[in-house]
T-cell receptor
Framework: NAGVTQTPKFQVLKTGQSMTLQCAQDMNHEYMSWYRQDPGMGLRLIHYSVGAGITDQGEVPNGYNVSRSTTEDFPLRLLSAAPSQTSVYFCASSTSGRASKTQYFGPGTRLLVL | GQSLEQPSEVTAVEGAIVQINCTYQTSGFYGLSWYQQHDGGAPTFLSYNALDGLEETGRFSSFLSRSDSYGYLLLQELQMKDSASYFC?????????????FGRGTQLTVWP
């Protein structure tokens, strides 16, 4: 199993550009989520999904869109990039429900918005 | 909602024991988790406490006391490779989706 994969690893954007961060998992996990990590701020939840066709907002959803058309994929879209979106983005997946103990994280995407 | 507090930094020497505390305010949660993250890497799962008490996994142990709204991660026989950030997290009981809420992380530095 590849686990959770993310592409690209690095990206530089200009203000106003749009892009999609890709995330895929091959563990048949129902729950997938996107976090951003900034220095001293820990991991903040952007959006999450409990299954195909079901998404919801996290703590910091503004400026980001998600969709979940398949169990495997959960892309994150930046509609109009801003310097404040410079961050490291992590995708994670897990089984859902109270019995689930752990989330599996992808390697991250490092984004710089100029 | 959920709120977790942990120290921002901890330092120790090789071979020592260090305890990283996590205090929380929560409207209800299933369990307390700990994650490790090395510089430039992704967070990886270390431990999970669903019930009060101590869970031991090799050199690492984690403790939870729901009555005290408190947990800790105990690292024994510290090694240089343990230098990393450590995050506590609670799995929300308030919704069926089981969201994880993370603390801001504790940077552990192990000196030779």
């Amino acid at each position: 199993n590849a686990g959770v994969t993310q592409t690209p690893k690095f990206q530089v954007l200009k203000t106003g550009q749009s892009m999609t961060l890709q995330c895929a998992q091959d563990m048949n996990h129902e729950y997938m989520s996107w976090y951003r990590q900034d220095p001293g701020m820990g991991l903040r939840l952007i959006h999450y999904s409990v299954g195909a066709g079901i998404t919801d907002q996290g703590e910091v959803p503004n400026g980001y869109n998600v969709s979940r058309s398949t169990t495997e994929d959960f892309p994150l879209r930046l509609l109009s990039a801003a310097p404040s979106q410079t961050s490291v983005y992590f995708c994670a997946s897990s089984t859902s429900g109270r019995a689930s103990k752990t989330q599996y994280f992808g390697p991250g995407t490092r984004l710089l918005v100029l | 909602g959920q709120s977790l507090e942990q120290p921002s930094e901890v330092t120790a020497v090789e071979g020592a024991i260090v305890q990283i505390n996590c205090t929380y305010q929560t409207s209800g949660f299933y369990g307390l988790s700990w994650y490790q993250q090395h510089d430039g890497g992704a967070p990886t799962f270390l431990s999970y406490n669903a019930l009060d008490g101590l869970e031991e996994t090799g050199r690492f142990s984690s403790f939870l006391s729901r009555s005290d709204s408190y947990g800790y991660l105990l690292l024994q026989e510290l090694q240089m490779k343990d230098s990393a950030s450590y995050f506590c997290a609670v799995k929300d009981r308030g919704s069926t989706l089981g969201r994880l809420y993370f603390g801001r992380g504790t940077q552990l530095t192990v000196w030779p």
